[in-house]
């Protein structure tokens, strides 16, 4: 669930809903709150700069993709652009692609500002408006993923893209995660939900009637089991522990969450080269 933005009234479901349902929910919804996250979080994520999630860990730090330098790299779910604008300050050849146009707005803004600019597209995760093997790493730093109902058409749009041998990386809210409520105090800390449910979350908006917000629940078994499906080997699979003396709230992210569960989960995987 998002934490606050201009919203009407909605009520919670937990249904199935399909690719197309999602899609329409969740571009306008992005719209809708894309002022406020990046006025909220802008500063966090720095204008070029690459963070996995709000630990705050760092591709620098992490270096799940590898050296970008000379390299054409595809970021889905791009928002602002923050991380693609840092690959091509590390010498890659960075693109972007994001449903929400408010979010690709912020994009051009910070292409300005910081004279590094962002070529992005609108589009979604699940139809790729590119060529086959036109990039050599794809990544989605929490975009995307979590809101298709597709996920199999994504990873296979994926790996369309990439080049044999490219490399596909990506975090999510860690999939344990949602065995608790999206609580940020001690109450976020009890188990209230199986975790093998996947239900998705669904906001219905009261007015209208329509689905508002989507969010898609897979296990950490149907993580691998789609991405090997899709010809990738996975060879990362990195939980952030919670750093000290790091205080910040982000929706259901805290300390007092993270000193004992992990939030994030971040797979990093090598596109099979043919034999």
Known sequence: MQEHWPHPPVR???RGVSEAESRAANGPDWDRYADEYQATHGEFLGDAGFVWGPE???ETEAGILGDVAGKRVLEVGSGAGQCSRWVRTQGGTSFGLDLSHRQLQHSRRLDEQTGVAVPSVLGTATDLPF????????FCSFGALQFVQDLELAVA???RVLSPGG???????HPTRWMFPDDPSEAGLVASQSYWDRTPYVEVDDSTGQVAYVEHHRTLGDWVSVLAAGGFTITTLL??????GHDRLWGGWSAVRGRFTPGTAIFGCTKAAPV
Do not use: Q
Request: proline fraction near 7%; charge should be negative; aromatic fraction near 14%.
């Open 239 to 244: 939980e952030p522990e919670w750093p000290e």
């Open 56 to 58: 705050g860990l760092s």
């Open 131 to 138: 060529a086959a093997g036109s990039f050599d790493v794809v």
């Open 157 to 159: 749009e994926t790996a």
């Open 12 to 14: 919670v479901e937990r």
């Open 167 to 173: 490399r596909f990386a990506f975090s999510i809210t």
